[in-house]
Each structure stands twice: as structure tokens, then as C-alpha cells.
């Protein structure tokens, strides 16, 4: 078996498969695979988690001194793994065949081994990349759980929490804004005057009191 990425027959580019990790979301990467010899070669992909991949192609023959792309797509994940650590691995296998060999012409023991061809395999490993969105989301979980494991608070629901906050904070700058409008316009009606002030009063003080309940509620 060879070192990771390279063997006597092919090449392989990246030496490791990298994804961009993010929930509920798909995330792929390009394999350049290339025939360093004068004959025809078959590869064939494997890994150790056949349902969290896609692999196209997984089999294919490349001709001497050519190369292809083989794609890798991460199938969308409902849940981060523990510290973003990724125990995945690839294995690509290949080995020589008939010139003009087509991929649909392939025995089914091509890839078997035994001491009548040589087979080489390279083995290659899987890492994730946290977005920022994982980040956040990482961070979120951090200062939210009850000490027990507890889910933590999702980034859309912080997000709603805020956009609520500062449409409070908003709406109490214009009422304060239309209270200096009242006052700078005093009516005759001192009473009248008195009953709105006191009205407007009362809605800022609750109102204030919603803000504080919502910044007390969200994570710092």
C-alpha cells in the first residue's frame, strides 16, 4: 500500500479531503486523480461512511498521462460532530488494464487482489472547516446550556431575539421624539396635555421594561 495521495500509478491532488461544515447544508470537494504511467488505469473509490458521501465517479479508467475530477459531495448533517473532528477516511484503489478499456467493461474482480496484478490503494483522510456560522453557533452553546447537556439556543433564534430587541429600542426613540413634539406644542387644554403625557408615560415605561426582559433573556 502507498503513502497518502500518491502511489506508482496515479496521483492524487488534494492529499486530503477538506469541507466547509455547516448544518443542513451540502458541501463538496474536487479530487484531481492522474495516470503517471503509459497504460490505461482503473481507479475505484471506497470510504468508511458510504451514506454521508457522494462520490462521482466512484470507478472510472484514465488513459496514460490524463487525469480526472472526481467529486466528493458531504451529504447536508443535522448535528456537529464532537470538536469538529472528522474520523472519515477514503480509500482509492487502481490498477492497469487493457488499452481502450471502458468503465462499463470493468470485471467484477478488478479491484480484487491477488498475485496475478498489482493493485495499489492511497488512503486519504477527511477534515472539516467551521464556517462562521458554526463558530457562532459553537459560542452560543458554550453560555446557554443548563450545566446537563442541555441543547443549546439556535443562531436563528438568538438573531430573532435581537432584530425584536432593537425594533423596541426603536419604537421607544419615537415616542420620546413625538413626547418633545408634544411638549413644544402645549395645547390650551392643560388637562388634555396632562392625560397624554401621563398616557405616553406609561406605554415608554413598559416598553422599557420589555427591553430589559429581552436583554436580560439573551446570551451574553
Known amino acids: 500500500m502507498s503513502g497518502v495521495g500518491e502511489n506508482q500509478l496515479i496521483s492524487i491532488q488534494p492529499d486530503e479531503l477538506k469541507f466547509l461544515f455547516e448544518l443542513e447544508k451540502q ?7 492522474s495516470n503517471k504511467t503509459d497504460n490505461y488505469v482503473a481507479f475505484k473509490v471506497k470510504t468508511t461512511s458510504p451514506k454521508k458521501y457522494f462520490v462521482r465517479p466512484n470507478t472510472g479508467v484514465i488513459q496514460p498521462w490524463d487525469s480526472c475530477i472526481i467529486r466528493v459531495t458531504l451529504q447536508a448533517q ?15 484503489q487502481s ?8 468503465v462499463d467493461e470493468l470485471p467484477q474482480d478488478t ?5 496475478s496484478k498489482t493493485l495499489t490503494e492511497c488512503k486519504l483522510k477527511v477534515s472539516y472547516i467551521a464556517t462562521s456560522t458554526t ?6 452553546g458554550a453560555t446557554s446550556g443548563d450545566g446537563n447537556g442541555s441543547e443549546s ?5 438568538i438573531q430573532r431575539r435581537k432584530e425584536e430587541r432593537d ?14 413634539m408634544l411638549k413644544k406644542r402645549r395645547s390650551n387644554s392643560a388637562n388634555g396635555l396632562s392625560l397624554k403625557l401621563a398616557a405616553m408615560v406609561g406605554l415608554i415605561g413598559l416598553i422599557i ?3 430589559l426582559k429581552l436583554t436580560l433573556a439573551s446570551p451574553t
Not at 463558530?135 to 452560543?140: G, K, P
Request: aromatic share 8%.
Open 27 to 33: 458541501s463538496y470537494c474536487d479530487l484531481k486523480v
Open 78 to 92: 443535522r448535528e456537529y460532530p464532537p470538536d469538529m473532528q472528522c474520523k472519515d477516511k477514503f480509500l482509492l
Open 209 to 211: 421594561g420589555f427591553i
Open 153 to 157: 439556543i439556535s443562531v436563528t433564534a
Open 167 to 180: 425594533a423596541a429600542v426603536k419604537q421607544t426613540q419615537q415616542l420620546q421624539h413625538d413626547l418633545e
Open 135 to 140: 463558530q457562532r453557533s459553537s459560542e452560543s
Open 111 to 115: 479491484f480484487t487482489k491477488d498475485s
Open 95 to 102: 490498477t492497469t488494464v487493457p488499452p481502450h478499456t471502458d
